[in-house]
């Protein structure tokens, strides 16, 4: 009976983490993938300890190898990546001052101050999530638009560059084709001065027979 009863124990112990497994995984998923700290489940500020052991736990948690889960592949995804964010300072503060600026622009639209209950509220923070979302969409919007004018002008340059190259290939090989008739063109000119041409030469003759 003994045996049977830590049979049961062990199998509602194995369900009750795929079930911990499969509901981070879901949470991983649900949240705003670019919003490296939901994706963690952290707050703004915290130490690059938490951020470290934060990730060590919820990847051995919901690691592919460790669950049958399907999706667990893009939630390890999503970990890693926002790891990575966290990790990386310049990546970090720019995520951080975006979450920022969602705080300023929610309390703005509120009529807010910091010292209104209001901004500790669930409510509040639910709403600030959302906004945080809002700004970093803008701001990839804004970075794309740039990275697409970059390449139009990239573009245009390169256009140029080559247009530049060409006008200089053909002026040299004008150049080129000038010179190789150089020795032609100036023994023509020789024989003209000297009047060496075949109709030149039977028109003097004619004149002098003349005279004679």
Same mark, same amino acid.
């Given at each position: 009976?003994?045996? #049977?009863?830590?049979?049961?124990?062990?199998? @509602? !112990?194995?369900?009750? =983490?795929? $079930?911990?497994? %499969?509901? *981070?995984?879901? /949470?991983?998923?649900?949240?705003?993938?670019?919003?490296?700290?939901?994706?963690?489940?952290?707050?703004?500020?915290?130490?690059?300890?938490?951020?470290?052991?934060?990730?060590?736990?919820?990847?051995?948690?919901?690691?592919?190898?460790?669950?049958?889960?399907?999706?667990?592949?893009?939630?390890?995804?999503?970990?890693?990546?926002?790891?990575?964010?966290?990790?990386?300072?310049?990546?970090?503060?720019?995520?951080? #001052?975006?979450?920022?600026?969602?705080?300023? @622009? !929610?309390?703005?639209? =509120?009529? $807010?101050?910091? %010292?209104? *209950?209001?901004? /500790?509220?669930?409510?509040?923070?639910?709403?600030?999530?959302?906004?945080?979302?809002?700004?970093?969409?803008?701001?990839?919007?804004?970075?794309?638009?740039?990275?697409?004018?970059?390449?139009?002008?990239?573009?245009?340059?390169?256009?140029?560059?080559?247009?530049?190259?060409?006008?200089?290939?053909?002026?040299?090989?004008?150049?080129?084709?000038?010179?190789?008739?150089?020795?032609?063109?100036?023994?023509?000119?020789?024989?003209?001065?000297?009047?060496?041409?075949?109709?030149?030469?039977?028109?003097?003759?004619?004149?002098?027979?003349?005279?004679?």
């Amino acid at each position: 009976m003994g045996n #049977e009863d830590g049979d049961i124990e062990a199998e @509602l !112990l194995a369900a009750g =983490r795929e $079930l911990d497994k %499969d509901g *981070e995984i879901d /949470r991983i998923l649900s949240v705003f993938k670019l919003n490296a700290y939901a994706v963690l489940d952290l707050q703004p500020g915290v130490p690059e300890s938490d951020i470290k052991k934060t990730y060590r736990n919820k990847s051995l948690l919901i690691h592919p190898d460790k669950t049958t889960n399907p999706k667990a592949p893009e939630a390890f995804d999503r970990l890693k990546k926002a790891q990575i964010t966290l990790m990386d300072e310049k990546l970090r503060a720019e995520l951080e #001052e975006h979450i920022s600026d969602a705080r300023m @622009l !929610l309390m703005r639209e =509120r009529k $807010l101050t910091a %010292d209104d *209950e209001e901004t /500790r509220g669930d409510e509040f923070a639910s709403a600030w999530r959302e906004k945080t979302t809002w700004v970093i969409m803008d701001n990839e919007k804004r970075k794309r638009r740039q990275m697409e004018a970059q390449m139009r002008e990239e573009g245009r340059a390169q256009r140029k560059e080559e247009e530049e190259i060409a006008e200089r290939k053909r002026k040299r090989e004008h150049d080129d084709a000038w010179e190789k008739t150089r020795d032609t063109r100036i023994n023509s000119w020789r024989d003209f001065q000297k009047g060496k041409g075949p109709e030149d030469g039977k028109k003097k003759k004619k004149k002098l027979k003349v005279m004679g």
